[in-house]
């Protein structure tokens, strides 16, 4: 019995410490989906992006990924803005973001997995780090650096972000932007530039997500894939927008998968939180901090 | 037209298409051919639910895996003709399609998408855990050999998915042309206002998605047959889900020539990709093609013709308007 107790804190424990992973994963959702209204499906694909890039520069350069990740964060930020003007123009200015819109973004998260499987391939890609094979033992606890490291690095960027949103001109300008652009533009505020601006901040978090992700688990490009689930089941259960509530949600996650993987086998994992996602759009699509 | 004539049309020209398939005497083009005549079914089966009603399924690939798969399980409990699992197949899924219809009745846009690619994950994760059929290791099914009087089995399939996608065409244009189609029509242009007028939305919403997965499928149910070995990251692979999503946007969305001329021309384009360049290059076309026609031409090829001819779109009178309004012109 003392045996299963290990096991099952050793389970909530790891489960917190992945759950802050996803936080940062789901943090450029919660900001494009959350707070845009743009359903930007395509996330997952630019976080292995991200993956692949600080795979690139570990490799060749033995750079350490998080340290590549921050330094591409600028590259990944015009992405996002030069993504968002195309889908200003085509789309949000015609009216037609709905279907079209979704379409462009699954277009999107098609090519960029294809892209990468022609280049790349369909192997599995990892990194090199000093901190990546250690593993603390606290008592009975196994808290593995390679978990650790990113948890903490994610938790420092949601902080940022949220100091971002909540202290700064431009992040309260993108709040605002969510509650009501047409006096955002009586205040002399150009809305789209607001909303290019915190897409590209969006994308910009794909970049450091992805490196977390390659330290964690070895890459291939369609890894993504289950993480768009994860994503937006993490968004709406965090209700839409929040940072505090997505940390909170991403941690729930975390450890309803991680306890399912350990006592019913890592195959079911997957349903955890596409089942979560599904029971909370139909009961509570609010989530569990509504804005 | 009439309906019933329409369809007597459709199966002159699906049998004329046989026959010349027939009397090309390769058997490439007869696989090659289910390939497209599949994409005809689902992508034909998603604009009912996409095009008419606004409804975006991303998890086309689960309802045409799990017809795949009922005939997998069938194919365990007792051997039956394949125009039967067919039907069993359109029953599972279709019931499928009801329940989560059921499920996400409240979910509007987006949520709905994001809720059909969540079930399209559960439902795999499903069967992988199922070891009846096969699990993530797969199942086998055995084709035979010949069928008389056509000659090679494959002749067979192609002739059930050639019947699929006129029935499919003929269900669609029916539609179309119905008091459902209207209904469907008023839920893709203003849901809300719909709703306050006395239309049914509910209702239609749980039509609308039976009929889809049901179709789709019908679509799945003869492809163990067709591939002999079925594993679940082939039958929820995600270039159905893409395909039968591309197929009617690049095609135009609003009537049932749209999906038909999308699947065709993609689905020929694909195959001929395929053969002379690679399989992983005639994805990234699909992907490229997507994105490219939801940009530069929203309403597809039909949206194009019609610009073409300086015609007014075939019920696009709303989306005219918008158009006028942000171009300044008067329609």
């Known amino acids: ?65 998080i340290i590549v990740s921050i330094l591409a964060t600028p590259a990944f930020y015009a992405l996002g803005a030069g993504i968002y003007q195309i889908y200003y123009v085509s789309f949000e200015k015609r009216g037609q973001e709905s279907l079209r819109g979704l379409a462009f973004f699954f277009g999107l998260l098609f090519i960029t997995e294809v892209l990468l499987v022609l280049y790349f391939g369909v192997d599995y890609r990892y990194v090199e780090a000093p901190y990546i094979g250690l593993t603390w033992h606290v008592g009975f606890l196994d808290i593995p650096l390679r978990i ?69 688990q070895p890459v291939e490009p369609s890894v993504g894939r289950e993480y768009i689930g994860r994503v937006f089941a993490i968004c709406v259960l965090g209700g839409m927008g929040s940072l505090p509530g997505t940390v909170l949600a991403a941690m729930l996650v975390g450890v309803v998968e991680s306890l399912t993987s350990t006592f019913y086998g890592p195959s079911w994992a997957p349903a955890v939180s596409f089942g979560f996602l599904l029971l909370t759009l139909a009961v509570r699509p609010a989530g569990l901090l509504g804005r | 037209m009439r309906t019933d004539l329409f369809f007597l049309v459709c199966l002159i020209v699906g049998a004329a298409i046989f ?32 095009g008419y009603c606004g409804y975006v399924n991303f998890g086309s690939a689960a309802f045409f895996a799990l017809g795949a798969y009922s005939t997998v399980a069938m194919h365990k409990l007792y051997p039956l003709p394949i125009p039967v699992l067919v039907v069993i197949g359109g029953i599972v899924s279709g019931i499928v399609g009801l329940g989560m219809g059921y499920l996400t009745l ?68 029916l539609i179309e042309r119905s008091r459902l189609g209207y209904g469907f029509a008023t839920i893709r242009d203003d ?20 009929i889809s997965g049901a179709l789709m499928g019908m679509a799945g149910a003869p ?71 939801v940009i530069v031409a929203p309403n597809g090829i039909i949206g194009l013709v ?26």
């Open chain 1, 1 to 65: 019995m003392i045996f299963s107790f290990d096991l099952l804190i050793n389970a909530i424990v790891s489960g917190i410490l992945i759950g802050a992973f996803y936080a940062a994963v789901t943090a450029g959702v919660s900001l494009s989906f959350g707070i845009l209204d743009i359903v930007n499906i395509a996330h997952p694909a630019f976080i292995i992006l991200g993956s692949y890039i600080a795979y690139i520069f570990n490799i060749s350069l033995g750079l350490d990924p």
């Open chain 1, 148 to 216: 650790l490291v990113p948890c903490v690095v994610s938790l420092l960027l949601i902080a940022v972000l949220q100091l971002l949103l909540t202290r700064t001109f431009v992040g309260r300008a993108i709040m605002a932007v969510a509650q009501d652009q047409l006096a955002l533009k009586l205040m002399a505020v150009d809305p789209i530039r607001i909303k290019r601006i915190a897409f590209g901040v969006s994308i910009a978090t794909a970049s450091l997500a992805g490196a977390f992700l390659i330290i964690i």
């Open chain 2, 106 to 173: 409240r979910l509007r846009g987006a949520f709905f998408a994001i809720a059909t690619l969540a079930l399209a994950v559960v439902l795999q994760t499903f069967v992988v855990n199922w070891a009846f059929v096969g699990g993530s290791r797969g199942a086998y099914i055995i084709r035979p050999e010949a069928i008389w009087p056509l000659g090679n089995y494959i002749r067979y399939l192609f002739l059930i998915m050639m019947l699929l996608a006129v029935g499919a065409i003929t269900v669609a244009r």
């Open chain 2, 191 to 210: 849901e809300l206002a719909a709703e306050a007028s006395g239309v049914p939305t509910l209702q239609l919403k749980l039509i609308a998605t039976t």
């Open chain 2, 306 to 331: 019609h610009k073409y001819i300086q015609h007014r779109p075939v019920g696009q009178v709303g989306r005219r308007r918008i158009e006028a309004d942000v171009t300044g012109q008067v329609p």
């Open chain 2, 19 to 50: 026959a010349a398939a027939f009397a090309l005497g390769n058997d490439y083009y007869f696989f090659a051919g289910y390939v497209v005549l599949q994409y005809v079914v689902l992508s034909t089966a998603w604009n009912i639910l996409g």
């Open chain 2, 223 to 293: 492809f163990p047959y067709y591939i002999g070995f079925l594993q679940p990251s082939s039958a929820f692979g995600l270039d159905y889900a893409v395909n039968s999503i591309a197929m009617p946007l690049i095609g135009g969305t609003t009537s049932w020539v749209g999906p038909l001329i999308g699947a065709v021309l993609l689905g020929s384009l694909q195959q001929i990709a395929t053969v002379t360049i690679s399989s992983a290059v005639n994805l990234l076309i699909v992907g490229f093609l997507l994105v490219g026609f």
